[in-house]
């Protein structure tokens, strides 16, 4: 056989392939069926099934986590080495890593962030880590000279990298002064874009922070570059698998073939309210009351609620009532929009019936 039969062979091949594609999408039949057609079961009802789910071999499992825990005196000591600890893994990790922290990190300060929240903001992560590395040291020098430091600017007008310099800085004279940060979910949705990323690897470079993070994405690796690998975050990988459900972090996921119910709102609402702090929770309550108080209108204005909060000592200033506004805008408990007058106002995303019911969990 020769090339030109060969060739001609290759070409009738292709013809004929290409030729029954189109025979075959042209004669079939497209399904009239939807998507919002399919009788889906209520999420909460889904959850509350799932959470029913027992586990299995929790023998082994209870052994696989106390192999773990024994472990805790050498990840200490590779922390205090000023190496990070990164945790993966099939399994949630969350109760672990806490528990390694309320045991073994019990004489530094200890910053948590959540990376499976949808957003969250790491200037406010990267402020609360310098306050707290600047008591620490304000405490060692007090103790051992009984003299107070020089005072400090404050954290919350300073740029990030003024704020990343202070942490990083060799001017600290105190030994083995560090404050900890632990991310869980460095990979998760809202951590995952080339900023936030390189913003945790200038934190994990800085001498005064060690990090303790875990990933769950088979291709979380690929977030990181050399650089950010060897020379920032510096990783001392750990394998812990724990097979533990994934119950905290999928709660702020709804699921695929579920209906959102309000119900399922307000108890994921509730959960991240009661884990801020009380004055957090009683601004959170009037904005609650004015929506509830009036309808009618687009939100409460900033202005108002700061007068309101003010009256009621529930902030010393408008810094302040603008933290709690960050923390609740980072987990989606409140929204803003522009009013007819220009204002900027803001609402809470629920209906009033979920409303009332959410402000009765919380009193």
Not at 269 to 279: D, E, Y
Not at 287 to 294: K, N, P, S, T, Y
Request: charged fraction near 25%; include cysteine.
């Amino acid at each position: 056989m020769d090339v030109d039969e060969i060739e001609e062979e290759e070409f009738g091949f292709s013809r004929n392939y290409f030729l029954a594609k189109e025979l075959g999408s042209s004669s079939r039949k497209k399904s009239a069926r939807k998507l919002s057609e399919i009788d889906l079961v209520d999420e909460e009802e889904l959850r509350e099934v799932a959470a029913s789910i027992e586990p299995k071999h929790e023998k082994e499992v209870n052994e696989l986590i106390s192999s773990y825990k024994s472990l805790y005196s050498k990840w200490l000591f590779v922390l205090r080495s000023g190496f990070a600890l990164l945790m993966y893994g099939f399994g949630s990790k969350k109760a672990l890593i806490e528990d390694f922290a309320s045991k073994s990190l019990t004489e530094y300060s200890v910053v948590v962030v959540n990376g499976y929240l949808q957003s969250i903001n790491l200037k406010q992560v990267v402020i609360t880590l310098a306050e707290l590395l600047w008591d620490q040291v304000k405490l060692r020098q007090k103790t051992t000279s009984g003299s107070l430091c020089k005072s400090q600017q404050p954290f919350n007008t300073r740029s990030i990298s003024d704020l990343l310099t202070f942490l990083d800085s060799p001017d600290l004279e105190v030994e083995e002064c560090f404050v900890c940060i632990l991310v869980h979910n460095i990979d998760g949705p809202g951590l995952r874009d080339s900023d936030s990323q390189q913003c945790l690897a200038s934190i994990a470079a800085c001498s005064h922070v060690r990090m303790v993070a875990s990933i769950d994405h088979v291709n979380a690796p690929l977030l990181w570059d050399k650089k950010m690998v060897h020379t920032q975050f510096d990783w001392y990988w750990c394998h812990v698998p724990t097979f533990a459900p994934y119950k905290v972090e999928s709660m702020f996921f709804p699921f695929i073939l579920a209906h959102g119910g309000s119900a399922q709102s307000v108890k994921t609402a509730s959960i991240v309210l009661q884990s801020l702090t009380p004055n957090a929770q009683n601004v959170f309550k009037v904005l609650a009351e004015h929506q509830l108080a009036h309808p009618d209108e687009e939100g409460m204005p900033i202005n108002n609620l700061y007068s309101t909060c003010r009256e009621r000592f529930l902030v010393s200033s408008q810094v302040t009532l603008n933290s709690h506004l960050t923390e609740f805008k980072d987990h989606e408990l409140i929204k803003t929009k522009r009013n007819s007058d220009g204002q900027d106002c803001l609402c809470i995303p629920l209906t009033n019936e979920a409303l009332q019911k959410l402000i009765a969990e919380i009193v």
